[in-house]
């Protein structure tokens, strides 16, 4: 299994076997994922999960795979939630959310009971987002970024995350063949410059969040620049993090 893994090209064919071995329940499903896996299928499509935050994440084929990068977003993030009182749920939602990872793990990080409500366009991400966010409410709408939620949400979010494609049109096509052939182009492709749903979420951001609410978008560090320009431009309050360890940069907006 390993010979054959690692003439397909997976540099750490031991551990991507030990997982498929691990969650083959026959032999004759460890045989089809291991044929999945050498036909060139991302390892997390082929195992139906990703290890995210700690967390086991339902990740189905055709939908975006959560990058540990993301797992900086998740940080920040339950850095700025608000403390509040024990009884007061914290309100957070999750843009883009594909698998549900990213907002499922923010929740899972909170020390103060939270709400999350969901959202992406893509039918086969809302599915899988559902099975991923059970234990913390079915709030997971299928739509374009806000369209979908409650009107009542309005002036209430303490916390708006947004792991948006980013990935500028022209360099999608140089994308690993996993990412390009097996994952759903619309959550790869941001636009001619990769911000054109940076700059949708941001415009309508200020309308939704709370007093001192924040919004967080994940994008790369060299498309800070502009983003930091969009959010200063939409009122909010701009600042970058980044971590180097991750090679993930986060762009914040805070509101007064």
């Known amino acids: ?20 071995v691990s969650t083959a329940r026959t032999p004759t499903e460890l045989a089809a994922m291991v044929d999945r896996r050498v036909a060139g299928l991302p390892l997390e499509h082929v195992l139906g999960w990703a290890e995210f935050c700690g967390l086991r994440i339902a990740v189905d084929p055709g939908v975006f795979v959560p990058r540990r990068r993301s797992e900086f977003l998740v940080r920040e993030a339950a850095a700025l939630a608000p403390a509040g009182g024990p009884a007061a749920q914290a309100v957070v939602v999750d843009l883009c959310c594909g698998s549900g990872a990213v907002g499922a793990a923010l929740v899972a990080a909170l020390e103060r009971p939270a709400v999350l409500y969901a959202v992406d366009i893509d039918p086969a991400a809302v599915r899988c987002a559902r099975r991923n966010v059970a234990a913390v409410g079915e709030h997971v709408y299928e739509g374009d970024l806000y369209q979908p939620l409650p009107a009542a949400l309005r002036g209430r979010v303490d916390v708006l995350v947004a792991n948006v494609p980013y990935v500028p049109t022209e360099a999608v096509s140089l994308l690993p063949a996993e990412a390009r052939v097996h994952e759903p182009r619309v959550a790869l492709d941001g636009g001619a410059d990769g911000l054109d749903i940076l700059r949708r979420v941001t415009a309508e951001a200020p309308h939704w969040l709370s007093p001192g609410g924040h919004l967080l978008i994940e994008t790369s560090e060299r498309q800070a620049g502009q983003a930091v320009g969009t959010i200063a431009g939409s009122g909010l309050i701009p600042r970058v993090a980044r971590c180097e360890e991750l090679n993930a940069t986060v762009v914040i907006g805070s509101a007064y």
């Open 1 to 20: 299994m390993v010979t054959r893994l690692r003439a397909a090209g997976c540099v750490f064919a031991e551990d991507e076997a030990e997982l498929i």
